[in-house]
């Protein structure tokens, strides 16, 4: 059995396969395989989600669809209540868009990269001191985005620009898992919705 990881771009198809398969290879016996699908951009994603989710849920093979875009740039960030609150609303529409119970829609808040924030300790020892402390790495948000930050932060301490699919890779294949799980309220929901989907019998 496989999930499909909808993506919006080549950093989360790099980057997010294994590291959500160390998370729940942690906590599962059988084998579900966790295969990213790459829309390249979020105009795309939002165009075609919905039917290439029904079609791919068709498949014998497929347990679930777990759709994961930026919060930064993906056109849900204004309105009325908290972010939490506007992606739990932006969810919703998208999730009845395709609607299929094993079809579920998630947020990077603000970006894919705020999660490696969760351990600076995954950080060349240059970069270390320049990083944000925060125990909350969703926070970084949309007036100095993650992978901007960092960017700027890998230009003043090592001379050059932060790769998003060469370092990105790197990070996240040294970041644990549960570390991000705890510190990261709206990976917690993708994760567990993952697992949830890996269980479910389908």
Avoid at 30 to 50: L, M, R, S
């Amino acid at each position: 059995m496989r999930i499909l990881l909808y993506v919006e771009g080549d950093t989360e198809f790099r980057c997010l396969p294994s590291f959500l398969q160390k998370w729940l290879d942690s906590r599962i016996q059988h084998k579900v395989e966790i295969k990213a699908v790459n829309f390249q951009g979020v105009t795309n994603y939002k165009k075609d989600f919905a039917q290439r989710a029904r079609r791919d849920l068709q498949g014998n093979f497929v347990a679930g669809v777990v759709g994961l875009i930026d919060y930064y740039g993906s056109g849900f960030t204004t309105g009325d209540g908290s972010i939490a609150e506007r992606c739990a609303r932006a969810k919703a529409e998208l999730e009845q868009e395709v609607g299929v119970a094993a079809f579920k829609q998630h947020f990077a808040v603000h970006e894919t990269e705020a999660w490696l924030f969760s351990d600076p300790r995954i950080f060349d020892t240059t970069i270390q001191p320049a990083l944000p402390t925060t125990q909350l790495p969703e926070i970084i948000n949309n007036d100095n985005p993650p992978a901007r930050r960092l960017d700027t932060i890998y230009q003043q301490r090592m001379g050059r620009h932060y790769s998003k699919t060469i370092d990105g890779k790197t990070l996240f294949d040294a970041l644990d898992p549960e570390i991000a799980y705890n510190r990261c309220p709206h990976l917690k929901l993708l994760v567990n919705d993952v697992l949830a989907l890996a269980t479910s019998g389908r």
